[in-house]
């Protein structure tokens, strides 16, 4: 019998409890051994919870436990879960964790603690929810050199973002929709910001090139200022309007950024919508393969936590070796880095074209009926550094979205 701790009784660690208690059998199977809950630890009080028969409040109880094998962090945060997931790891504990700050931190020193003391230090739930992308990087697609990564790896603004455009509505009208049905928190900014998803596709940078990205190096671009005018005409050329997080390796230059974008039909990820999520990973060997589930949750995030414990069980005295160097990963300006570029700007199409096409040259101008008073074109493909020299050029420039291919 392997006996685990869960760290955290909130939304994620209730769901570790309730995973493995309602498929215990066939959780052991898979293990090879019965896995068995000794502790679950928290500050608070569960009156009339089972958890209550487990439930400790020093950590000190787990730390010191010679049974405990491993440890499930599900609390979130770095502090103290930095400290708490470091001292299980050189008491010789594995750690599983749903934690992507403290992986996108702390990972590169967490994963060479690990090896060290022949533990695992696991994080499938960190990015994706109940997707699997981590393993499938580590293990599966080993024989590639995967060249580009680009994900929709937040539910909320992806919720959002579907809602304005099969619905019309406004922003602000969509947001409040998704906090009263709990899609959203009361402060959204980490989501609504873009901040959540930078930190995801960090993550997946650093295991995809091997070295740590630091995620305050990538341009990060949140969804605020998207507004249903732009979906008339996202949906009047037949495109959507998505919130990337993208790593790409372009010879040997390396970007990264977190933006929304405009992507037509054709485009793999055009058509997750709502809560869930989908990574596009594109290796030299294999092209693209594509992730799709659900991306965040009570039990599909449990259900990746459950998964890394039955790993670290299966690799109990044997460390699973995941590429990441704690050598820092250069993050090429973006402002070098080319794409075309979806632009709103006052006045008629018929004034402006001329002084427009004198910074852009040729663009695809696009113009929507019930919109009087101003129009959109599209740019050939250009660099940000050109892009912001063009628009410098253009008066009543009203927003700009870049648009993926």
Known sequence: MINIAVLGYGTVGSGVVEVIRTNQESINK???????????????????????????HDYNVILNDPEVEIVAEVMGGVNPAYDFVKAALE?????????????????????????????????????????????????????????????????????ILTKMCQEGLAFDTVLKEAQDLGYAERNPEADVEGFDACRKIAILASLAFGKDVDYENIYTEGITKI??????????????????????????????YVAPVMVNSTHPLYSVNGVFNGILVNGNVLGDVMFYGSGAGKLPTASAVVSDIVDAVKHLNTNVIIQWSS????????????????????????????????????????????????????????TEAAFEEAASKVDGIITRIRIED
């Open 30 to 56: 898979k293990a090879g051994q019965d896995i068995n809950i000794k502790y679950v630890l928290d500050l608070r009080e569960f009156p009339g919870d089972p958890v209550m028969d487990i439930l400790v």
């Open 91 to 159: 008491k010789g504990k594995s750690v599983c964790t749903s934690n992507k700050e403290l992986v996108e931190k702390h990972g590169a020193e967490l994963l060479k603690i690990a090896k060290e003391h022949n533990r695992n230090f696991l994080f499938e739930a960190s990015v994706g929810g109940g997707i699997p992308i981590i393993r499938p990087l580590n293990q599966s697609l080993t024989a590639d050199e995967i060249t580009e990564i680009t994900g929709i790896l937040n539910g909320t603004t992806n919720y």
């Open 227 to 256: 507004t249903d005018v732009d979906f008339k005409y996202a949906n009047s050329i037949g495109c959507a309007v998505k919130l990337f997080g993208k790593a790409k390796k372009v010879d040997d230059k390396f970007y990264a």
């Open 327 to 382: 050598k820092k990963l250069e993050i090429t300006d973006i402002k070098l880095s080319s794409k075309k570029f979806f632009v709103r700007v006052s006045g008629q199409a018929e004034d402006r074209l001329a002084q427009i096409e004198e910074a852009f040259g040729k663009v695809q101008v696009i113009k929507v009926a019930e919109l009087t008073d101003e129009f959109a074109f599209i740019t050939s493909e250009l």
